[in-house]
C-alpha cells in the first residue's frame, strides 16, 4: 500500500483514485498466509465486508476513496479482480488494466502508465 500511496500523492491533483475492497484474499480463517496480512476472517455479511475495508480505510491516504463490493462480488467478477488489480479509466472506459495479482500486480506499470498520460 505504500507505493500506491506514493503514486496517489504525486496524482491525485489530476487523477481520482479509488480502492474497491473485494473479497479477503487472505482471511484469517481460511488461506491465512501470515506475515502482516491483518486479522480477517472470510466476510459472510456485508457488515463484516464494510467493517474490514475500514481498516484498509486506516492505511489507505486521504485521497483515495474506498468502496465496498457486493455480497454477490459483482465488481470482482466484473473486472477479474481476485485477489488485486489496478484500473485507470477515463471518460468511463477502461484505459488501462493492470495484471492480475499477486504475480502479475505492478503499482510500476500503472504509474508507468500515467507518466506518459498524465501531467504530475
Known sequence: MKRFN???EKYHEQVD????Y???AHPTDGWATGGDNP???QHRTQAQRMAAATQLRAVAG???EIYVDTMDDSANYQYGALFER???LQDGRVVFQGGRGPLE?????????LATHVKA
Do not use: R
Open 22 to 24: 473485494i473479497e479477503e
Open 6 to 8: 506514493t503514486v496517489i
Open 86 to 88: 489496478l484500473y485507470v
Open 105 to 113: 500486480y505492478s503499482v510500476a506499470a500503472m504509474e508507468a502508465f
Open 17 to 20: 483514485f479509488a480502492v474497491i
Open 39 to 41: 486479522d480477517i476472517n
Open 62 to 64: 486521504p485521497d483515495c
